[in-house]
């Protein structure tokens, strides 16, 4: 059994900024545990800028922001190659790597094993598994990290903000994809993310459009799609699904923690902390998908709370008020109200839309309305539900609805 004071799982923005906030405040030793060979998690191969400003004042590349956030996580160990297969009761964790099959234990873990989208499948396309179709996760290793151009004209599938990363991944390898998809009446992505589309990228955005078949055998040569009027042809080299992210919870899912069914990943309360106090979850495990800034801000918050349980500052866990998402709202986060300390309301306090809704978000405990705001809910922006939690221990049970204008 090998022990720490904090394992850390998962080496991206959430578990570095974690790391180096717990480096900082000196709780003892911390380990972070990655399976891949390189640390910094996603952002290693979104080679292009756009990271950093808000955290670090700057705006780096991807690759720049990953190596940035290992050199402030310095003060922890760092095992790469290291996957972990199994989460135990009490911060007990196996895992497999180059150097064998190990057991960990830490006083406390935290969970940060990110998102990854939805691959094609499980989005029911028909078709033939011809070669050139994959996320753009994919897309990125392809391009950044072995200089690789898998395609000269793909489709691009969706139109949430990352979409706009594979755009920005295809234009370096000066390819023009041949059309961007999207099955809803708008762009996902906030405006204007459409004009950039069409205008900095001179890519057609094909709105109300369901993606029907991949045709092709060996190779993709085209999709069939569907824009209201039967079957359409779009000649193509490769197909891009973007988007509909899910946490990386296979490891939640064999485990005994819980996991919420909106969110997919752990059920937390107002302090990070799972069903089982021993482990804490931050990032994009979370919930699909949010930006690297907003995951590091998590991740530096999940390091100071759980520096506050090792130095036993912290309110022990309990059951405590169970919080839900209905209505229009797919899910809300935390899960559990445990005490009447907000801790961080502002990074805290969210829920997200399915589709875009304009409404009365509305907290009510048991039945009973406490705070009320109108809101215009766009499934691309988290909707924040700041509402002071002194008191709410009184009720059995609260309820967050967005409800939508008549
Ligand atoms: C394709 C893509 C493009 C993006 N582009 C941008 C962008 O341009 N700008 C922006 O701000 N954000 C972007 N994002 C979002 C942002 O980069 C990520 O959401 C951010 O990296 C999330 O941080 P994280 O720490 O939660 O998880 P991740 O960065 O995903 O890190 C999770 C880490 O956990 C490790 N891990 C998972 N499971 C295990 C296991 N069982 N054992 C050991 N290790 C494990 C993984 O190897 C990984 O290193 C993009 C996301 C994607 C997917």
Redesign the pocket.
């Known amino acids: 059994m090998i022990e720490r004071d904090v394992i850390i ?7 570095l900024a974690a790391a180096a906030e717990l480096a900082r405040h000196n709780v003892g030793k911390i380990a972070v ?4 060979p390189v ?5 290693r191969h ?1 080679g ?1 800028l ?2 950093g400003w808000n955290e670090f004042r700057r705006v780096m590349t ?1 690759p720049g922001y990953a190596r940035h956030l290992v050199e402030t996580a310095r003060g922890a160990e760092l095992k790469l190659g ?4 199994r989460l135990d009761a009490g911060g007990v964790i196996q ?1 497999t790597g180059a150097e064998g099959a190990h057991t960990w234990k830490g006083r406390a873990v935290l969970l ?6 939805t691959p094609r499948s499980t989005r029911l396309v028909s078709g033939a598994r011809p070669w050139g179709v994959m ?3 994919a897309l ?1 290793q392809f391009v950044y990290l072995h200089g690789q151009r898998p395609f000269e004209r793909p489709v691009i599938i969706g139109s949430e ?2 979409a706009f ?1 594979t755009l920005m991944t295809l234009r370096h390898v000066k390819v023009r994809p041949a059309a961007m998809i999207e099955a809803g009446p708008r762009i996902t992505a906030r405006r204007p993310g459409d004009w950039i589309a069409r205008l900095a990228f001179g890519v057609p955005v094909l709105l109300n459009t369901t993606l029907l078949r991949i045709l092709g055998q060996e190779r993709v040569e085209g999709v069939e799609i569907d824009r209201g009027n039967g079957p359409e042809r779009i000649d193509c080299d490769g197909v891009v699904f973007t988007g509909r ?1 899910r946490p ?1 919870n ?2 939640l899912t064999g485990s005994h923690l819980t996991i919420d069914p909106g969110t997919q990943g752990p059920a937390i309360d107002q302090f990070w902390r799972c069903s089982d106090p021993a482990y804490f979850a ?4 979370l919930r699909g ?5 907003q ?1 590091w801000r998590e ?1 530096a918050a999940a390091g100071r709370i759980i520096a506050a349980t090792l130095l036993g500052k912290l309110p022990p866990a309990q059951t405590g008020v169970p919080v839900h998402a209905i209505g229009a709202l797919s899910y809300v986060y935390p899960q559990r109200l445990v005490a009447d300390d907000p801790i961080d309301p502002e990074l805290l306090f969210f829920g997200r839309v399915r589709e875009a809704t304009s409404g009365d978000l509305v907290v009510r405990g048991d039945g009973t309305i406490i705070t009320f705001r109108k809101v215009d809910a766009l499934p691309e922006r988290r909707i924040p539900w700041p509402v002071s939690p002194k008191g709410l221990q009184a009720y059995k049970r609260i309820t967050v609805s967005l409800e939508p204008d008549a």
Request: net charge negative; proline share 4%.
């Open positions: 799982l998962g080496a991206g923005p959430a578990g545990l990655d399976r891949e640390a910094g998690g996603i952002p979104c292009h756009g990271f991807g290291v996957t972990a297969l895992t940060a094993m990110g998102a990854r989208e996320n753009t996760g990125q903000l990352v990363s992210f990386e296979a490891l931050a990032g994009n495990l998908i949010e930006t690297a800034g995951c991740g």
